[in-house]
């Protein structure tokens, strides 16, 4: 039987985290303060499974054993018998200082613990353990279950031991790991959110609608998907908040948040998630 894995947060990153590993083989506990938040990552997943099935890139009779291997916890103590445990809660320094700080305490002296952040820095989240050697990134793309890549992110005090041991695992789940160095953003955000901020200034200033700027893109760049849509997919409050770790990481000016970025996430128009981004979901 494979190690146990620990997901904390069961929002959009969560859920296809815990999908991942118990596809490949691995108990799952996954955790969230809400039921209602686990509830809702249990029915996604089923449905994603199903769209697999459909597709035909997983067995039928993968669905039932993937969904009993995940196990629902509101408690973090649910951690404490976990291999590794992958932080996915918000994007927000102070709730991922808090909780690497809880986990440290509950975990045994083993276990690695890996953080999902796409831009805080890895260094500082393991300095709140007392085993900052053990502490790593692995930020997964969204959506999880179809994405290949894993960023595996060393902080300054990760040791070789645990980037092995990580890269190891993300390619046991079916994912190409590629290491990079702790520094704001590592490299999918600090190339990725400056070319999103760049198309939300192209909105403010008239330059072209959100749908001619996404067609640009995904026809003369051969990009999947138009970068304001993409960001719609993210969470608008998640690429503000990546793009405030770069400006404030970096220093430079080219990374400051576009005065309509803001605008959006103050009305509350945060993409997908709430219907109304750059582009409407109703």
Request: charged share 20%; net charge neutral; hydrophobic share 50%.
């Amino acid at each position: 039987m494979a190690d146990r894995v620990a997901v904390v947060g069961a929002g959009q990153m969560g859920n296809g985290i815990a999908h991942t590993f118990a596809l490949k083989g691995f108990p799952v506990t996954l955790i969230d303060v809400s039921a209602d938040a686990l509830a809702r990552a249990r029915s996604t997943i089923e449905s994603n499974l199903d769209r697999q099935i459909k597709k035909g890139t997983i067995a039928a009779g993968a669905k039932e054993a993937t969904l009993a291997r995940i196990t629902e916890a509101t408690a973090l103590e649910a951690a404490s018998d976990a291999a590794l445990v992958v932080e996915a809660a918000s994007e927000d320094r102070a709730l991922k200082f808090k909780l690497f700080g809880e986990l440290d305490r509950l975990a045994g002296p083993t276990t690695i613990l890996a953080s999902n952040t796409s831009s805080i820095s890895i260094t500082e989240i393991g300095a709140r353990t007392r085993r900052a050697d053990r502490v790593i990134g692995m930020h997964f793309m969204n959506p999880v279950p179809m994405m290949e890549l894993v960023e595996v992110i060393r902080g300054l005090a990760t040791s070789d031991a645990t980037a092995v041991a990580v890269i190891a695992l993300a390619k046991q789940v079916g994912k190409t790991p590629v290491e990079v160095q702790d520094y704001p953003g590592f490299v999918a955000n600090r190339v990725l959110m400056p070319m999103i901020n760049e198309a939300v200034y192209c909105v403010m200033e008239g330059v072209a609608t959100p749908e001619a700027i996404d067609t640009v893109m995904k026809l003369g760049m051969n990009h999947p998907m138009g970068p304001l849509a993409l960001a719609d997919l993210i969470g608008l409050d998640t690429c503000l908040a990546i793009l405030d770790v770069l400006h404030a990481g970096l220093g430079d000016p080219k990374y400051r948040a576009c005065p309509l970025l803001r605008k959006y996430v103050a009305a509350g128009w945060l993409g997908r998630k709430t219907k109304r981004g750059f582009h409407s979901y109703a």
